[in-house]
């Protein structure tokens, strides 16, 4: 949000970081929105889990992902524009992608909830019969999970 929405630049001028500070706090409350919607909507999938089912709603979360990336990416070509076509006495982002920007924070809440609890609960419907036992099976799972965020950099 400091970058792409706000325009700043920590290492900026005194303006540049102002607007950077702003869109990070801005960002912070874009998270604490994304919490929220996760908290109430997690009391929606164990009934959309049995209605439709846990696999088809594990595929709806990531195609509602794919979405809210594809249109995170044209809320900042459109902030670009904005601030590159000639509007660059206008200091940090409009106010619709602001909004816009916040919404999809919010809305991505619905399928981290559904991330947070699906997977493990199709391992062990998928397992319940294999004889190797459920929990080795969400452990394997576990691991898959949290090996490749060891190999991510992190740069500071």
């Given amino acids: 949000?400091?970058?792409?929405?706000?325009?700043?630049?920590?290492?900026?001028?005194?303006?540049?970081?102002?607007?950077?500070d702003q869109g990070v706090r801005e960002g912070a409350f874009g998270l604490l929105l994304n919490s929220v919607v996760l908290g109430i909507s997690s009391f929606l999938i164990e009934p959309m889990c049995q209605r439709m089912g846990p696999r088809l709603v594990w595929a709806m979360s990531n195609f509602i992902v794919f979405a809210s990336m594809a249109v995170t990416a044209i809320i900042s070509l459109i902030s670009i524009g904005e601030y590159s076509g000639g509007i660059e006495h206008v200091i940090g982002a409009s106010l619709s992608i602001r909004i816009a920007a916040l919404i999809v924070f919010a809305f991505l809440g619905?399928?981290?909830?559904?991330?947070?609890?699906?997977?493990?609960?199709?391992?062990?419907?998928?397992?319940?019969?294999?004889?190797?036992?459920?929990?080795?099976?969400?452990?394997?799972?576990?691991?898959?999970?949290?090996?490749?965020?060891?190999?991510?950099?992190?740069?500071?």
């Avoid at 929405?5 to 303006?15: A, E």
């Avoid at 397992?127 to 740069?155: E, W």
Wanted: net charge negative.
């Fill in 1 to 20: 949000m400091g970058r792409e929405v706000y325009h700043g630049d920590p290492k900026g001028n005194s303006d540049e970081v102002k607007l950077y």
């Fill in 110 to 156: 619905f399928p981290l909830a559904i991330t947070y609890s699906v997977p493990f609960s199709v391992t062990a419907e998928l397992t319940a019969d294999s004889g190797g036992g459920q929990g080795l099976a969400i452990g394997v799972l576990n691991l898959a999970i949290v090996i490749p965020q060891f190999r991510i950099p992190v740069h500071l």
